[in-house]
């Protein structure tokens, strides 16, 4: 029978902004990155955020007998036709840094006017109890935007810089971390995550 609260939950990612993100916000419990593990990278192929998200923490929770938790995250912008999508972290190649990532979607937009360049941050959280665990905790976000058309600011990661709120009247990367983390996709996934735990049985 597992404890009704995971005290030690494995994190499958390697990105350390996203490393950084969910520690700050899961102080309840311990998060060990897989990292400490030594654990490959898991093999990205489903074709949404949960699908994706749903193999890391299976990958995860099978190979280190702990509860894993997983983050799948992108930009989804509504002139691209929903890209970069679930292959965000690969937009512009499959070894591409974040700034070559966030120059594709600039240049894919071109002179696209402000009043076009609608975006969002999804964030899909998966948890497993153990990996035949049939009940995982599934909690998402949603954080709306615009594309800027050059990069602006220099805190948070990936493409953070190029992403407008208007109502903050900045870009996430002018953010302090706090306030992203309020804030983000990933804030209100991790939000509702740690309600749904909580409130969990199994
Ligand atoms: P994955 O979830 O590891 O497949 O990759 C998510 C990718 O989406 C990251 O590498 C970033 O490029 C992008 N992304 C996700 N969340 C954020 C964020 O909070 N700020 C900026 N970029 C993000």
Redesign the pocket.
Known sequence: MMPQQADKIVLA?G?TG?IREIQAILSEQTIIPQSHFNLPEAE?TGQTFIE?ALIKARQATALCQLPAIA?????VVDALDGAPG?I??RYAGAHAN?TE?LQKVLQQLGTTPMTKRSAR?I?VIAFLRHPADPCPIIAQGAWEGQILFESKGEN?????PI?WLPEQNCS?AELSPEIKNKL???GQALQQFQHQLRHSSS
């Open positions: 990612s990105n996203k990205e994706n983050d799948d995250s992108g930009l679930v965000s972290a974040d990532n941050f964030c948070g990661f990936g493409y953070d992403f996430s983000s996709h990933r």
